[in-house]
């Protein structure tokens, strides 16, 4: 997990297509800047940041269902409820699930865990909207091979 | 047994908090009852979850754009509760 460049998941453990969930995985960082202000003296892993570790996880499943023709947006963020602190070192899992994948848009769910123990969860609603470039489509296919997504499998 | 009207029109009272009573088939989702896209997306995902259908409105968005449809094709509440029972009954066909 790099907080400085919103790169929130470590690793995809399973993405199951049929059932439309995923399991990532990732390590909340000792050090980040982020923590030099969220609090002085008392790192603690902001809300907001484990909103996006939850709109990646499902982003993603979104990203493969669709089969990577086209981007997730995150467009809204529902009974997000923040159930335990999280703390640098902690090592997370996100579950991720796709409800309803309509026409322009996505419909989902995503919890976090630490130590098997809920710590976040949100409903999550997003647009699909088009690669605004070709190399755009690029990045976000290495992006998503770094993380252990076999891009090639699910790429149409 | 509620019309279709009846259904959209509870799902935007419900989902937009709009007053019930100020919801009638000839009311335009976007230009009287101010519903914005976000809101939409709700709309259609209860519509969607409702009838078992999927609102084509990617389809619809681009013939708005190519100027082949005007938005009240889709977006007037009685012209959308015809399409919704279209794809209803495409669905069984």
Same mark, same amino acid.
């Given at each position: 997990m790099q907080l400085e460049y919103?790169?929130?998941?470590?690793?995809?453990?399973?993405?199951?297509v049929g059932a439309r969930r995923i399991r990532v995985v990732c390590t909340v960082?000792?050090?980040?800047?982020?923590?030099?202000?969220?609090?002085?003296g008392y790192p603690l892993m902001p809300g907001v940041l484990l909103i996006e570790c939850m709109a990646q996880t499902?982003?993603?499943?979104?990203?493969?269902?669709?089969?990577?023709?086209?981007?997730?947006?995150?467009?809204g963020v529902k009974e997000a409820k923040f159930r335990s602190p999280v703390f640098p070192g902690n090592l997370l899992?996100?579950?991720g699930h796709v409800q309803h994948e309509g026409s322009g848009y996505a419909i989902g769910q995503c919890a976090g865990r630490h130590d098997g123990k809920v710590v976040c969860e949100a409903d999550l609603t997003y647009r699909i909207m088009p690669y605004p470039t070709p190399q755009?489509?690029?990045?976000?296919?290495?992006?998503?091979?770094?993380?252990?997504?076999?891009?090639?499998?699910?790429?149409? | 047994m509620s019309s279709t009207f009846d259904k959209v029109a509870d799902i935007i009272a419900e989902t937009c908090d709009i007053p019930r009573e100020n919801i009638k088939p000839e009311s335009h989702a976007i230009n009287d009852l101010e519903i914005d896209s976000l809101?939409?997306?709700?709309?259609?995902?209860? =519509? /969607? !979850?409702?009838f078992g259908i999927k609102l084509p409105l990617e389809q619809w968005t681009q013939e708005v754009n190519d100027g082949k449809?005007?938005?009240?094709?889709?977006?007037?509440?009685?012209?959308?509760?015809?399409? =919704? /029972? !279209?794809?209803?009954?495409?669905k069984g066909a």
């Open positions: 919103f790169q929130m998941i470590d690793r995809v453990v399973e993405i199951d960082p000792q050090q980040s800047t982020v923590f030099e202000g969220h609090f002085p499902t982003g993603w499943l979104i990203s493969v269902l669709g089969g990577f023709v086209a981007m997730p947006i995150l467009a899992e996100f579950e755009f489509r690029q990045v976000l296919f290495d992006w998503a091979e770094r993380i252990d997504i076999a891009v090639k499998e699910f790429a149409k | 809101d939409f997306l709700d709309i259609a995902f209860a =519509i /969607d !979850k409702t449809a005007t938005t009240d094709q889709y977006f007037v509440l009685r012209n959308l509760s015809e399409q =919704i /029972d !279209k794809l209803v009954a495409a």
